[in-house]
């Protein structure tokens, strides 16, 4: 299931990431020659994006490398290094969304309150839609207060019909009806909402649980695809967050919110490292249309754009 790649909005929603790291590199490296020290501040630069300590050791230890043994020796030939290497980490891993051979493909969409759970939602729901499928929504964050009228609120801005509970009502009942519904009325892709935080992490747990066993019972295979939604903005608190999902189910994809409000759009080669969980899209603003596929070169690229 593709979504269009824009490669102008990718670009311009790392521009404040490119600024301090691109940028920032390409001033301090511009007809230098490379030195220990050097390389050092690159190592610097690079865990200031984000990129992960464990990251940015690999990749300048490799660099240094390369630079005593001579083949690189210059500031600009450096940078192209960063960037093979960055991309190269994630090999061929699939960043495709997942779709089902037969039935409604079933989205369970995670994250926890604040991280922009609901408006991602409204931006895939938004694409699908401008792919001509047809889509129907679950309100199955039943617990935080605003929720389901907010999902609402998107759905009636988009034209999808919402599946909804009473507030505080039961999560995995509102998924099981909305899976049904979506069976019975032939719809192509099921979004369900979910809680982004209940009393604990096992209650968390849980109730995610339940949620994805009554799917699967009206739809096999059920959900095709489990996508955390992540606030690019938190920084190494967006690393603590997927993992803390990751731990309680089975995450098939990241959406990474708010790319575009931060400098640090490196977390995404921190939660590749660390968590191995492919990030599949991006949220690049604050409107409905704002949302990329996640392509590892071109957003490389944009890292490190003059």
């Known amino acids: 299931m593709a979504f269009r790649l824009a490669l102008d909005l990718v670009k311009r929603s790392l521009s ?18 490379l030195d220990d020290a050097t390389i050092t501040q690159i190592e ?13 050791r690999e990749i300048t230890a490799a660099l240094r490398a390369e630079f005593r043994s001579g083949r690189v020796e210059r500031g600009e030939d450096a940078i192209e290094f960063l960037k093979r290497s960055l991309k190269a980490r994630w090999g061929a891993a699939s960043i ?55 999902l609402s609120i998107w759905g009636s801005r988009l034209g999808v019909e919402v599946v ?7 999560p995995a009942a509102v998924a099981f009806d909305a899976a049904q519904a979506a069976v019975k009325r032939g719809v192509d892709v099921l979004l369900v ?22 799917v699967s019972r009206c739809i096999p295979g059920a959900p095709h695809e489990t996508l955390l939604v992540v606030d690019a903005t938190a920084g190494q608190n967006a690393l603590v967050q997927a993992r803390m ?9 990241i959406f990474l919110a708010k790319i575009d409000g931060t400098a640090k759009g490196g977390i995404v080669v921190a939660i590749q490292d660390e968590l191995k969980i492919p990030v599949k899209l991006l949220g690049t603003g604050e409107t409905p249309e704002d949302v990329q596929p996640f392509d590892p ?10």
């Open 193 to 214: 909402d979910t809680a982004g935080r209940l009393h604990n992490q096992e209650n968390l747990m849980r109730e995610l649980t339940k949620i994805k066993s009554v």
């Open 164 to 170: 909804r509970g009473a507030a505080g009502g039961d």
């Open 245 to 253: 999902f990751a731990a309680a189910i089975e995450v098939t994809g």
């Open 16 to 33: 404040k990431t490119a600024k301090m790291l691109g940028g920032g590199l390409r001033s301090m490296l511009h007809g230098r020659v």
């Open 96 to 150: 495709a969304l997942a779709r089902s051979p037969m039935g409604p493909t079933v989205f369970l969409v995670a994250g926890v309150n604040g991280a922009g759970k609901t408006t991602s939602i409204a931006k895939i729901a938004r694409e699908l839609r401008g792919q001509g499928r047809t889509v129907l929504l679950a309100a199955a964050d039943t617990f935080r207060a605003g929720a389901v009228e907010q």
């Open 44 to 56: 610097e630069r690079l865990i200031a994006a984000d990129v992960g300590v464990h990251a940015a």
């Open 297 to 306: 070169d071109s957003f490389i690229e944009a890292m490190f754009a003059e």
